[in-house]
Structures are given as C-alpha cells and as structure tokens.
C-alpha cells in the first residue's frame, strides 16, 4: 500500500501546486481538502455538496490507487484478465468497504471493481484468532520487486498517509523555493486542529491545516461557507486522531479501542524510517512502465477521480416506484404488481402471543 499513498500523495502535490496558481481566476480552487479518506469524502458527497466537492483534490486515495495498480498493472504483468484477481485490502476502517463500492473506479476492465474486498484489522485478528494463526506465522510478501526488509519505509504523519507534510514541503519548494526541515504543527482550538505555516518576512506564504473528527470538520465547513476560512490546504479525516482511531482497528474483549496495542503500533510506525515519495526510482519507473509518463492521460484516468453532489447521488436515493427495473420485475418476477404471487412472495402474517406456543411458553 506504501506504493498506492506514494501515487496520492505525489498527485496530490501536483494538483496543489497547480491549485494554486489557477487560485486568483477560480476562487473555489483553493483551499484544496484531500480526499483520502472515506468517512469523509462520503459526507461531503452526499452531505455538504457543491460549495464543498470542487474544493475536494481529484487524487484517488491510496485505497483506489491500489485498486488500479493490481487490476491494471498487475494483471498485465502476471497476464491475467482482471476478474481472475481476487484483490482484498485490510483497512482502519469500515468506510473503506464503502469506498470500495463507489462508483467511478476505473481499472482495465470496465465494471470491475478495485477491490474485490476489504476487511478491517480488527476482522482480521479476529479471523487468525478463530483460526489458531499467530501474525507470527504469517510471512509478508510483496507485489512489486523485491521488497528486503530493511527497505520497508513509511510516510510523514502518525495518524495519516501523511499528505499535509508532503505537500506542504513541495509546494514550499516549488511555489517559493524554500527547504523545510522539520514541519512544525501548532495547536488551535484542540489537538485534532492544527496549523502548519510557512513564513518569510513576517508573511505568511502558506497556511496549511490538519482538521480531524466531525467536530472540527463542522467548524471547518461553516467557516468556508461564509468565505472565513484562511487556509491553502487541509488534511481532512473523519476520525479524532486519525486513522489509528478508525473504528475497524483490533479492539479489546469489552469492544473498545485497544489503548495500549495502539501505543505499540504507533512507536513501532515511529521508527520506520520516513522517505519521501519522489526520491523513489521505482515510482518513477512505475510512472513509465504502467502510466506512459508522469502527465500523461493515462496517469490522469488511473490516478484520478471526479465527485458527485448530492443531487447526483440518485443510485442509492431513487423513489423505488420511478424505476423501470422494478416495474419489469414485477411483471416478470410476479405476473404483476397486485398478483396473488406478488402477494405470496414479498408479504408476511404475524401472530399474537397466544399462538406463539411452540418455543417461548410465556404467561401473560
Ligand atoms: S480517518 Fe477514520 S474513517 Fe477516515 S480513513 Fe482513517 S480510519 Fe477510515
């Protein structure tokens, strides 16, 4: 997955740089919201709508990237059609089952999914539990290349992929030809809204902001929505603390968030070493090999993704009786819609206590 966050997070570097210079003729292209993550993504589709969807960044997150690499790239290199592949992704949540689902994926077969299936970590120890298997018996393998262990890295960011440091680096480079060391995050109103700023003479060149939790996001969209919100960039996630919290993580015996596993996952996350996604040749030859180049359209089509409003979510929130599908169903299915078969099969009876005698020998 390293590999798909890479693909995002330099896209999502891209789009910001290119945001921002397009930002004083279009006023919505900035700030730019990443998109990585579903909880989120769904809520401002289907919620919040057009004052918010242009300002979503069009880089697929890594989950969907993923999706692409192995039903496209994958495929063609193993010479395998795409439903031949059974992709399943372990995730922190179950909003990526969701995510999965969404329409708009685009891989070599049309109509075929990225994802074939998605369990959450929690699933996961749940089914090695039920199976007698130990994560110690269990060997990772790689996709692409060999992968030696020493070479196993991770992004900036403990609780995300960590687009708000990449880009945030990038785009101090390119836009102002500033290095950043350390990326500092300050504090504002709670732990789970911070600021990062980049400033020279006393100006500030770049505001950027992680917004985590609905609590914070709310805020976040009220003040957009009356033009107060200063910001170039957001790193949105839908859970407080991000992704460590999802709610798909292995749990306690009682079901709540295992505190102490967590602490273990994140100190063991903290000591992979951080590499940034473009000093990687293998992205670059990725680039080549399954994109034909960095810019190219087949780059755009794979590594890209478009949004709907709510008024265009109409798959899922369709008044049954204006589907013509349901209308041939019943006659097809039923011999119509008041027959006695439509009767039989799609209707039930209930019964009174006094004839429930057979298992619950209640007294009333
Ligand atoms: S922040 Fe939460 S909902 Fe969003 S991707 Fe992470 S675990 Fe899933």
């Given at each position: 997955?390293t590999?798909?966050?890479?693909?995002?997070?330099?896209e999502?570097?891209k789009?910001?740089v290119?945001?921002y210079h397009?930002?004083?003729?279009?006023?919505?292209?900035?700030?730019?919201l990443?998109?990585?993550c579903p909880?989120?993504?769904?809520?401002?589709?289907?919620v919040l709508g057009?004052?918010v969807t242009?300002?979503l960044?069009?880089?697929k997150?890594?989950?969907?990237?993923?999706?692409?690499?192995?039903?496209d790239?994958f495929?063609?290199?193993?010479?395998l059609?795409p439903?031949k592949?059974f992709?399943?992704?372990?995730a922190p949540?179950?909003?990526?089952?969701?995510e999965?689902?969404r329409e708009?994926?685009?891989t070599a077969?049309?109509?075929?999914?990225?994802a074939d299936?998605?369990?959450?970590s929690?699933?996961?120890?749940?089914?090695?539990?039920?199976?007698?298997?130990s994560?110690k018996d269990?060997?990772?393998d790689t996709?692409?290349?060999?992968l030696?262990?020493e070479?196993?890295?991770r992004?900036?960011?403990?609780g995300?992929?960590?687009?708000?440091?990449?880009v945030?680096?990038h785009a101090a480079k390119?836009?102002?030809?500033e290095?950043v060391?350390?990326v500092?995050?300050?504090?504002?109103?709670?732990k789970?809204?911070?600021?990062?700023?980049?400033?020279k003479?006393g100006e500030?060149?770049?505001r950027?902001?992680a917004?985590?939790?609905?609590?914070?996001i709310?805020?976040?969209?009220?003040k957009?929505?009356?033009?107060?919100?200063p910001?170039h960039?957001?790193?949105v996630?839908?859970?407080?603390?991000?992704?460590?919290?999802?709610?798909g993580?292995?749990?306690?015996?009682?079901?709540h968030?295992?505190?102490?596993l967590?602490r273990?996952?994140?100190?063991i996350?903290?000591?992979i070493?951080?590499r940034?996604p473009?000093?990687s040749?293998?992205?670059?030859e990725l680039?080549?090999e399954?994109?034909?180049g960095?810019?190219?359209?087949k780059?755009q089509?794979?590594?890209?993704?478009?949004?709907?409003?709510?008024?265009?979510c109409?798959?899922?929130?369709r008044p049954?009786?204006?589907s013509?599908?349901?209308?041939e169903?019943?006659?097809e299915?039923l011999e119509?819609?008041d027959?006695?078969?439509?009767q039989?099969a799609?209707h039930?009876?209930?019964?009174s206590?006094?004839?429930?005698?057979?298992?619950?020998?209640i007294k009333?």
């Open positions: 997955m590999i798909a966050a890479d693909f995002s997070i330099l999502s570097q789009e910001f290119r945001r397009q930002h004083s003729e279009e006023e919505r292209a900035l700030p730019m990443t998109s990585a909880g989120w993504v769904r809520y401002a589709e289907r057009r004052p242009p300002h960044c069009t880089a997150s890594p989950q969907q990237v993923m999706g692409s690499l192995v039903k790239y495929a063609r290199q193993q010479n059609s439903e592949i992709h399943v992704i372990v949540c179950y909003d990526k089952k969701l999965a689902l708009g994926f685009s077969l049309p109509g075929s999914r990225g299936c998605v369990l959450t929690g699933e996961i120890a749940q089914i090695m539990e039920q199976s007698d298997l994560v269990a060997t990772v996709l692409f290349g060999d030696k262990e070479e196993v890295r992004h900036e960011g403990r995300s992929d960590g687009h708000l440091a990449h945030f680096r390119e836009l102002f030809n290095d060391g350390e500092t995050y300050r504090s504002l109103r709670n789970d809204f911070q600021e990062v700023t980049l400033e003479n500030v060149l770049l950027f902001a917004t985590y939790g609905f609590r914070n709310q805020n976040m969209i009220l957009l929505k009356k033009g107060k919100f910001y960039f957001v790193e996630l839908a859970c407080p603390g991000g992704c460590l919290n999802g709610r993580q292995a749990q306690t015996a009682d079901g968030a295992d505190k102490s967590l273990q996952m994140e100190g996350y903290s000591d070493p951080v940034p473009e000093t040749a293998h992205m670059q680039y080549q399954w994109l034909e960095t810019d190219s359209p780059a089509e794979a590594l890209h993704t478009t949004y709907q409003s709510p008024e265009h109409t798959h899922s929130l049954p009786e204006t013509a599908h349901m209308q169903l019943y006659q299915w119509g819609t027959s006695p078969k439509a039989e799609l039930t009876t209930y019964q206590p006094e004839h429930c005698t057979h298992s619950l020998d009333w």
